[in-house]
Every structure is written in structure tokens, then in C-alpha cells.
């Protein structure tokens, strides 16, 4: 019953923020056109007692009233049905965003690590679109509440044991409520082999996966395994599916018996004379009516349920997403780095894991520096770039930008002043124009920022390529798009980065990993060139990972990680004396070369 509570709560106070008017305009044609309905009996019962009574004249006038009732009844209904269908929309819309927002509206990640926020919102997006007609069902409800306590009343009138049967049609409401209930559990315990077996069909089937898939022969396994999850879900959804129609089946079943009672007592009431043919037809329209009324309401009572599990489960992702508060005082980023970025005693473990990926890591990186950051595959490498970005917070320590703990600092100001390029850089299937732009929104239509970027990534070629230029759509998902290769949109995330104004960070998480050894050189140039630039203008910090120890090198400052520690730091020389890790790997790596 909370359930059904919240739905009407939230959906009332979502319709009264987005579109008063509808609301109110759509709720008074609904209320006209149901209350036409009990009037129909009331007439018809009139009609029948004028017409055994030989009114010809009133009995006319009466079938025009009914045939007015039952157009009230259709026309209201449906001119309503107008209004509602776009406030749905209206809310749908913004539920939409609602869940943009606590997916992706945080700066922080820490929420999309775990695997019951995935569950919940991946159950939350499909369930999304089935809301849009929940406010029509709340109207609808009101008014089939309104319509069985006029029948209620006018049955009552005839004999007071039928106003019982309004009431019949608890039972059914109540067991209705339990069959949601395990409908729900099951969708519940259903999410994750839905999500493994979306997962293992996109694996299959995306062309980032098909060719290795394909020549490594499993193909069929993967199927297998993705026709097993599958099976697992529907498996869960079948049984519940069947309780819940038999729970369901045995509400009507008392509702039915109680109908045939109350018909029972009004033809033995015409039997003996108590009332007459008119009393009858009343009852027995009426009755119709209130079967009708308690399916119809059955059906709309689990549609609310849904849309307030819906809003129930939007609320809980609401909950994680706040577990990462945005500062009280957002102190604003700095305009230029003067000292730079210091971690004291940074330790952090991702959430749900139950082991430190990074130690107590004690770390100066200097303004105006280009750092390297090496160490073997998995010695939190990326993770401390995260850490500095902001999308995580240290499990314990801090990270300090010019004296400043980065957790005071406002997210937004501070994401604007990071130029990244990840490892797994994004492949935005869009015009060009926006692939760069998203690196700077207000850039969108400058055609001359975007070209300099793309020019200080050395992807004039890319550009030369897309029939279209900057507005040329690229790859061939949504449309006849021109598909690059690995290099490209890489040369592209570069360019997304070089297009960022004044910034204080400059990342490269592996920029190099799918370029080949003439363009890593220009690739390392060209952002040398940009970094320089950053730096003479803001004092900007230049970090880099990279396992190619012929760029490592050139750094002011490498340091190495091992199991999530620094083992060593200073500059290359210096480190090549000392003789430890860093030279170790440096030897190895040249040796290999050679
Ligand atoms: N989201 C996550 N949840 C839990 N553990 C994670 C997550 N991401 C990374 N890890 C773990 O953290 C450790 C460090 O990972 P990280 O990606 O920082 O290493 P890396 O040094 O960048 O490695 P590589 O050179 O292979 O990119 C690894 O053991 C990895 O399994």
C-alpha cells in the first residue's frame, strides 16, 4: 500500500510542478465523463418504470438523456485522455532526467561500481516508459473511488445488503497487492542475469568484440552461456508470473460470488413484489458497472505499483548518488597552479573490493611539471589518475591542488581545468563538430578553435577524410557514417583534449597504446607543444602513464608504482643510477629493442 502511496504522491506533485493546468483540466473532464456513468443506470431505471407505466412522452425524453450520458461518458473521457497523454510525456521526460542525473550527474564514480546500483538501474530505465501512463491511472482511479460510492449509495436505495457489494471487491484489491508484491521480487532477482545476458549478446554481437570472439571459437560458449542467463531470468519471471495470476484469479473468484449473491437477492425481492422491473434493471446495470469498475481498477492499481516500485527503486539510486556530496563551500579552482598537486598519505580501495589499490601514497607533483607515471599492469596507475580527476575520493589521506583538499574544491570548476586522454578514450559515433567539441561545449560552433585542436592533434587528415568536414558524421552505428581507425579516434580524443581552455591538468592515461611508433613521436610532440603553452599561461601539470621507457624518459619527474605503492621517484638519470626498478625496467625494454 506505500507503494501504491508513493506513486500517487509522486506523480500528483510531478504533474502540479511541470503543468498545473493539464492536470486540473484533464482531472474535471475525467470526473464528468464518470459520473455520467452511474447516471446512465439511474436514467435507464426511470426509463424502464416510465415505459411499463406507458409515459411514451417521458420515456422518450429519458432515452435521450441516456443516449447524452453515454456521449458525455466517451467524449469526456476521451478529450481527457488528450490532456494526460502529454503531462505522461511532460513526466516521463523529466523522470528521464532524473535518471541521467543520478547515473551521470555526480562527478564522483563511486556509485557506478557497484553492481546493485546497475541492477537497480538497469530495472529503473526499463520500467521508465511504462510510468507515462500513470498519471492517467491515478485520475482514473480517483474517479472509479468516486463512481463505486455513488453506486454504493444508489444500491443501498433498492436493498441496504447490496451496498455490500461495492466492498467485494476489497478482497481482490488486497490479494492483487500481495501478486504485485512477488511480481516485483522476482524482477528484483531477475536483474542481474538479464544484465549478464544483455552483456554476453552485446559481446557476441558489437564489432569491438566480434573478431576476437570469432577467432578464438567462442562463439558457441558465449551463446550458451548468454542462452543459460537468459533462461535463469525468464525461468524466475515464468514461476512468478503464475503465482501472481493465481493469487489474482482466487480475488476474483470471491469478487464473482458476491455478484451473483447481490443478483440473487434483487430477482427474489421482484419475486415477491418488494420492488419493481425498473429496481431490476437498475441493479443489474449497476452491477455490470462494478465488475467492470473493480477489472479495470485491478489493472490500474498494478500499473501504480509498478510506476511506484519505479519511483521507489529511482529514489534508492537517488540515495547512492548523494553518498557523494558535493562540497557545502565549493571553494572555485584555482586560476593558476602555483605549487601544484600534493597527495599526503593517499590509500583507496574501490567500493565493494576488499583490498587497497593504492598505500599510503605520499606524492608532490610540481606546477608546470611533466610527470611520468610507470609501473607494472595493474599497480594502480589509472586509479591515482582518477583520484586526481575527482571521481574518486581517497579511502584515506588527501589530495591537495595549491594547498586545497580536491574534496573542497567545486567538481564542475575542477573537471574544466583536466585535459584527459584515457586509455579507453570514447568513441562517439556524432558529427565531428561534436566529437571534438564535447572537450569544450562553448566550442561547438567555433570553427576555428575546433580546427586548431584538430590541427595540434595532428588529425588534419582525419578531417580531410570525412566527406562533410566538421558536420560529417562519423562512424556507421546511427547513419552512413565514415569509420576510423583505432588511431583516429584516438587522434581525435587528442584533439577533444587540446580544445580544453587553460587547463591546469593535463592527463594522458597510455595516449600512445593504438598509435604506431611515427605517430607517437608526433603525438608526444604535439601535446609538448599544447603543454608548454598550458604551462607558461596557468603553471599547468602534465601527467602521463606510459610503458614505452623512450617517452618515460624525456619526463621532469617519473614515479614508479608497484602494488599501489611508490617504489621510487625522481629523473631519469638519477634514476638509472640508482639501479633499482625503474632501471631494471628501462634495461629490460631496451634490450628488447636492440
Ligand atoms: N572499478 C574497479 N573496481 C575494483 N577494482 C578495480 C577497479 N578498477 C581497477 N581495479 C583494480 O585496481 C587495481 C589497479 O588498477 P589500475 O587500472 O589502476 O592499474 P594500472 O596500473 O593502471 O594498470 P594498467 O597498466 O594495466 O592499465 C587492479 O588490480 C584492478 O583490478
Given at each position: 500500500m506505500t507503494t501504491l502511496l508513493t506513486a500517487v504522491r509522486t506523480l500528483l506533485r510531478l504533474a502540479h510542478r511541470l503543468d498545473p493546468r493539464r492536470l486540473y483540466v484533464s482531472a474535471a473532464l475525467l470526473l464528468v465523463g464518470l459520473l455520467a456513468t452511474p447516471a446512465v443506470a439511474l436514467l435507464l431505471r426511470a426509463f424502464t418504470d416510465s415505459a411499463l407505466d406507458g409515459a411514451a412522452g417521458t420515456a422518450a425524453w429519458l432515452a435521450a438523456g441516456i443516449a447524452a450520458a453515454l456521449v458525455l461518458e466517451l467524449s469526456m473521457g476521451h478529450f481527457a485522455h488528450l490532456f494526460y497523454f502529454e503531462l505522461g510525456e511532460q513526466q516521463e521526460t523529466a523522470l528521464r532526467q532524473d535518471v541521467l542525473d543520478v547515473s551521470?550527474?555526480?562527478?564522483?564514480?563511486?556509485?557506478?561500481?557497484s553492481p546493485e546500483f546497475a541492477d537497480t538501474l538497469t530495472l529503473v530505465r526499463e520500467d521508465l516508459?511504462?510510468?507515462?501512463?500513470s498519471m492517467e491511472a491515478v485520475l482514473q482511479l480517483c474517479g472509479l473511488a468516486l463512481q463505486a460510492v455513488l453506486t454504493t449509495v444508489i444500491l443501498a436505495t433498492v436493498n441496504p445488503w447490496l451496498a455490500l457489494l461495492p466492498l467485494a471487491a476489497v478482497p481482490p484489491v488486497l490479494v492483487a497487492d500481495r501478486a504485485q508484491a512477488v511480481l516485483d521480487r522476482a524482477k528484483e532477482r531477475s536483474a542481474e542475469p538479464t544484465r549478464l545476458s544483455r552483456h554476453l549478446l552485446a559481446l557476441a554481437t558489437s564489432d569491438h568484440s566480434v573478431p576476437e570472439v570469432r577467432l578464438s571459437g567462442a562463439e558457441s560458449e558465449l551463446m550458451r552461456h548468454q542462452a543459460r542467463a537468459w533462461q535463469r531470468s525468464t525461468d524466475l519471471l515464468r514461476r512468478a508470473a503464475l503465482h501472481a495470476a493465481a493469487l489474482r484469479a482466487g480475488g476474483q473468484l470471491l469478487f464473482a460470488l458476491a455478484y451473483g449473491g447481490g443478483l440473487w437477492l434483487v430477482v427474489r425481492q421482484a419475486l415477491d413484489g418488494s420492488v419493481d422491473a425498473g429496481d431490476v434493471i437498475l441493479v443489474i446495470t449497476l452491477a455490470v458497472q462494478v465488475s467492470v469498475q473493480v477489472a479495470s481498477a485491478l489493472g490500474l492499481l498494478a500499473m501504480l505499483q509498478g510506476a511506484g516500485r519505479t519511483f521507489e527503486r529511482l529514489d534508492r539510486l537517488r540515495a547512492w548518488s548523494a553518498e557523494e556530496p558535493a562540497p557545502a563551500a565549493p571553494v572555485p579552482a584555482p586560476a593558476r597552479l602555483e605549487q601544484g598537486i600534493r597527495l599526503e598519505n593517499v590509500s583507496f580501495r574501490y567500493p565493494g573490493?576488499?583490498?587497497?589499490?593504492?598505500?599510503g601514497v605520499d606524492l608532490t607533483l610540481p606546477a608546470g611539471a611533466t610527470v611520468a607515471l610507470v609501473g607494472e599492469n595493474g599497480a594502480g596507475k589509472s586509479t591515482l589518475v582518477k583520484l586526481l580527476c575527482g571521481m574518486y575520493r581517497p579511502t584515506t589521506g588527501r589530495v591537495l591542488v595549491d594547498g586545497v583538499d580536491l574534496r573542497d574544491l567545486d567538481p564542475a570548476a575542477w573537471a574544466a581545468r583536466i585535459a584527459p586522454l584515457f586509455q579507453d578514450f570514447a568513441r562517439l559515433e556524432l558529427p565531428l563538430r561534436e566529437n571534438v567539441g564535447v572537450g569544450r561545449l562553448s566550442a561547438l560552433d567555433d570553427d576555428g578553435a575546433l580546427r586548431g585542436a584538430i590541427t595540434a592533434a595532428r588529425a588534419d587528415r582525419v578531417l580531410d577524410r570525412v566527406?562533410?568536414?566538421?558536420d560529417g558524421l562519423l562512424g556507421k552505428g546511427y547513419g552512413d557514417g565514415t569509420e576510423l581507425s583505432g588511431g583516429q579516434w584516438q587522434l581525435l580524443g587528442l584533439a577533444r583534449c587540446l580544445?580544453?581552455?587553460?587547463?591546469l591538468l593535463m592527463l594522458l592515461d597510455?595516449?600512445?597504446?593504438?598509435?604506431d611508433a611515427a605517430a607517437e613521436h608526433a603525438l608526444f610532440e604535439r601535446f609538448t607543444d599544447a603543454a608548454d603553452r598550458a604551462r607558461s599561461d596557468s603553471g599547468s601539470l602534465t601527467l602521463f602513464i606510459s610503458h614505452r621507457f623512450s617517452t618515460v624518459r624525456s619526463a621532469d619527474l617519473i614515479v614508479v608504482l608497484e602494488k599501489g605503492a611508490v617504489r621510487e621517484q625522481g629523473g631519469h638519470d638519477g634514476l638509472l643510477a640508482a639501479r633499482g626498478l625503474y632501471a631494471e625496467l628501462f634495461e629490460l625494454q631496451a634490450r628488447a629493442y636492440q
Open positions: 551521470n550527474g555526480t562527478h564522483g564514480l563511486e556509485h557506478l561500481d516508459p511504462r510510468t507515462r501512463a573490493s576488499d583490498r587497497d589499490v593504492l598505500t566527406p562533410g568536414g566538421l580544445v580544453r581552455e587553460d587547463p597510455e595516449p600512445a597504446s593504438a598509435l
